[in-house]
């Protein structure tokens, strides 16, 4: 069964930095484009960023380009989305996933709270 686990999410001020972690297991991803999304409450889910297979090519949301980082350790399974200057417009539920999207294989996401 394939699993995607995020964690890393906390509270944070207005101008900090967390390190989300996306753990796969079940299959291997190497050769997926995989991709953050996060959900705010009221808000539709929207995309954050995404990373190649090789990790070679990333792309980004603009209200987000500058600030996070998006890499991958395929060794590992793992996708990672560092995240500086955060604002209060960043809280969210983060999610990952293949991209485009995989319905079955959301999770339960990390929740990131920006205080201002």
């Known amino acids: 069964q394939v699993r995607l686990v995020e964690s890393g999410g906390g509270l944070v001020q207005a101008g900090g930095s967390l390190r989300l972690s996306c753990a796969a297991s079940g299959r291997t991803f190497s050769s997926y484009y995989m991709g953050w999304f996060r959900q705010a409450p009221g808000k539709e889910r929207e995309f954050v960023a995404a990373?190649?297979?090789?990790?070679?090519?990333?792309t980004y949301a603009d209200s987000v380009k500058g600030r996070f980082t998006i890499s991958r350790d395929n060794a590992k399974n793992t996708v990672y989305l560092e995240m500086n200057s955060l604002k209060p417009e960043d809280t969210a539920v983060y999610y990952c996933?293949?991209?485009?999207?995989?319905?079955?294989?959301w999770g339960q996401g990390t929740q990131v709270t920006v205080s201002s």
């Open positions: 996933n293949t991209r485009p999207v995989t319905r079955d294989y």
């Open positions: 990373i190649s297979g090789t990790g070679g090519h990333t």
